[in-house]
């Protein structure tokens, strides 16, 4: 329900303009029909299929996000500096990396 929601929500929030081009982006089509297969096989009864190919979709169409989560993260008054250990010992955090902007 949640998926369906986020789907409905995002055209109010950024424009169906808009959200139709960064699916409909070439780049993006391969996680843009994973997210969907996903969907589909939830409703479909297949819950933790589709939640992975669903999650796998999630990470294709958003990948690009995560350096500026893991930059958010840091910047964290309190907790930032245990995140980015935490990062850091995972192999997540990339200091010195470039903006995919």
Do not use: C, H, S
């Not at 959200?19 to 029909?33: D, E, H, M, S, V």
């Not at 669903?54 to 958010?72: A, K, N, S």
């Amino acid at each position: 329900m949640g998926n369906i929601l986020f789907l409905i929500g995002l055209p109010f929030t950024i424009g169906p303009q808009k959200t139709l081009l960064f699916f409909g982006r070439r780049q993006k089509l391969r996680g843009t029909a994973a997210f969907a297969a996903g969907i589909l096989l939830i409703l479909f009864r297949w819950a933790l299929i589709g939640f992975l190919v669903e999650l796998y979709g999630i990470l294709v169409l958003f990948g690009d996000f995560l350096g500026t989560l893991v930059g958010f993260a840091r910047g964290v008054p309190v907790v930032g500096p245990y995140i980015g250990r935490l990062l850091d010992a995972v192999g997540v955090g990339r200091r010195g990396g470039e903006l995919p902007v």
